[in-house]
């Protein structure tokens, strides 16, 4: 075992990147590595980023350096989207060692067999983002309770504001086969809840799957999962409203896996901003989508992402986007603040939105995000629902998420990890 090096993973960003981080982990781990969680004494650090925002990357480079001087004779190796879109700035960090790119962070055992120790320069191996192919499954895995599953990845839309298919290429997916292969495997660890993930979750079978075009859809994904029954919950992370079809929802509402919960990204209330965003709706297909989703499943948690400040954004425009959510019947929102990403067409745009303004108007959106969940919360006080409860949280209690989404706080029972129970929601 004299041999063996200790290897240390961080992650940034979506579940996405969580999913293709442990996935990397299981691969290397063995014979040569063992993984090590506490930050020190490490001979390999792997970095897997995102890049959002700018806090995304600035956040990448901080922990490079930390864990540099916390480990001064380790490896250090970046991958991720931060990595595809701006290898020569990360490589031209002193302290990092390999950088590798959308299709080559699926060879990270390959390229730290063939790294130079005595190098001091950063080695990008990355390659335009038109040439990446193929679909790379993973999923995570003792590292959380629930367990993320890839199922497609790249996306071939073009919103104004975003790096992601620049990052990650065009959009491919999985075989359904593919993933019921992946389930079967997770089925027998115990898992209770898997969540389907992707870049463009609804888009799954569209492009190329190595060499072959599928005619999968994500609603023949998603019977096909609740077919085979080997997982209890199935949660889809979140799924484009123009894709979210009346067919997706009806299966949802009849199934007896998919967890009734949605996450549905809107961006802006405003018409006029979604137009300049180039998103593929209007606010009214988003309130038919919401409408079809309560008409059903009363009971069902709705979440949203939405992003204040983008340019143009008046005063006007953004009490739109406040009053369309405050009018709608969902349960929370993800809020961003608009940052301006580099090679997108919404950073050439004028009428930029002051920071303190965009900053204030999140904090207006969050607010209201908490009332919602209130309330959603407060409907089904003493109304009982399935929970599958957690390991115990840093207080020392346990948590759990109930099937519609809402979190509950329990005094610790080791009986109850990993279990789904049905009790009064409090």
């Known amino acids: 075992m004299a041999n063996v090096k200790n290897i240390g993973f961080h992650t940034l960003g979506c579940k996405l990147n969580f999913s293709e981080t442990s996935a990397l982990s299981r691969e290397i781990l063995g014979a040569e590595y063992v993984k090590k969680n506490d930050e020190t004494d490490l001979d390999v650090f792997v970095l897997n980023t995102c890049s959002v925002t700018n806090n995304a990357n600035r956040e990448s480079r901080q922990i490079v350096r930390k864990i540099k001087r916390k480990n001064p004779n380790a490896k250090i190796v970046v991958t991720g989207c931060y990595a595809q879109l701006k290898p020569d700035e990360i490589a031209a960090i002193d302290e990092v060692d390999l950088v590798l790119g959308a299709q080559d962070k699926f060879k990270l055992k390959e390229h730290l067999a063939n790294l130079d120790n005595d190098t001091n320069q950063g080695k990008i191996h990355s390659c335009d983002i038109e040439a990446v192919e193929g679909f790379y499954s993973a999923f995570s895995h003792n590292d959380r309770t629930r367990t993320f599953l890839k199922?497609?990845?790249?996306?071939?839309?073009?919103?104004s504001f975003?790096?992601?298919?620049?990052?990650?290429?065009?959009?491919?997916?999985?075989?359904?086969?593919?993933?019921?292969?992946?389930?079967?495997?997770?089925?027998?660890?115990?898992?209770?809840?898997?969540?389907?993930?992707?870049?463009?979750?609804?888009?799954?079978?569209?492009?190329?799957?190595?060499?072959?075009?599928?005619?999968?859809?994500?609603?023949?994904l998603a019977k096909a999962i609740d077919a085979q029954g080997l997982i209890p919950r199935v949660r889809i992370s979140s799924i484009e409203p123009n894709l979210l079809t009346n067919d997706i929802i009806e299966f949802v509402a009849s199934s007896n896996s998919f967890m009734p919960h949605f996450h549905i990204p809107l961006q802006s209330g405003s018409n006029t901003i979604l137009g300049e965003m180039r998103r593929r709706y209007k606010?009214?297909?988003?309130?038919?989508?919401?409408?079809?989703?309560?008409?059903?499943?009363?009971?069902?948690?709705?979440?949203?992402?939405?992003?204040?400040?983008?340019?143009?954004?008046?005063?006007?425009?953004?009490?739109?986007?406040?009053?369309?959510?405050?009018?709608?019947?969902?349960?929370?929102?993800?809020?961003?603040?608009?940052?301006?990403?580099?090679?997108?067409?919404?950073?050439?745009?004028?009428?930029?939105?002051?920071?303190?303004?965009?900053?204030?108007?999140?904090?207006?959106?969050?607010?209201?995000?908490?009332?919602?969940?209130?309330?959603?919360?407060?409907?089904?006080?003493?109304?009982?629902?399935?929970?599958?409860?957690?390991?115990?949280?840093?207080?020392?209690?346990?948590?759990?998420?109930?099937?519609?989404?809402?979190?509950?706080?329990?005094?610790?029972?080791?009986?109850?990890?990993?279990?789904?129970i049905v009790e009064d929601i409090q």
Do not use: W
């Open 283 to 420: 606010r009214e297909l988003y309130a038919e989508r919401v409408e079809k989703i309560k008409m059903l499943m009363p009971h069902c948690c709705i979440g949203v992402d939405v992003i204040v400040g983008f340019p143009g954004e008046t005063d006007e425009l953004f009490e739109e986007t406040y009053n369309f959510l405050h009018g709608l019947d969902v349960s929370y929102f993800h809020v961003f603040t608009y940052s301006e990403r580099e090679n997108t067409l919404a950073d050439t745009m004028k009428n930029v939105v002051p920071n303190h303004i965009r900053h204030e108007r999140n904090q207006r959106l969050r607010m209201l995000s908490d009332k919602k969940m209130l309330h959603f919360t407060e409907q089904h006080l003493g109304s009982p629902r399935a929970i599958l409860y957690e390991q115990k949280n840093k207080a020392g209690n346990m948590e759990g998420y109930s099937d519609n989404y809402i979190k509950q706080t329990r005094d610790f029972d080791v009986e109850k990890v990993n279990t789904i």
């Open 151 to 159: 199922v497609q990845d790249g996306c071939d839309y073009n919103c």
């Open 162 to 220: 975003c790096t992601i298919p620049m990052a990650r290429g065009h959009s491919r997916s999985d075989t359904v086969q593919g993933v019921l292969d992946n389930i079967a495997e997770l089925a027998q660890n115990n898992i209770q809840e898997i969540i389907l993930t992707g870049v463009n979750l609804g888009d799954f079978g569209k492009g190329y799957n190595g060499n072959r075009k599928t005619e999968e859809t994500f609603l023949d």
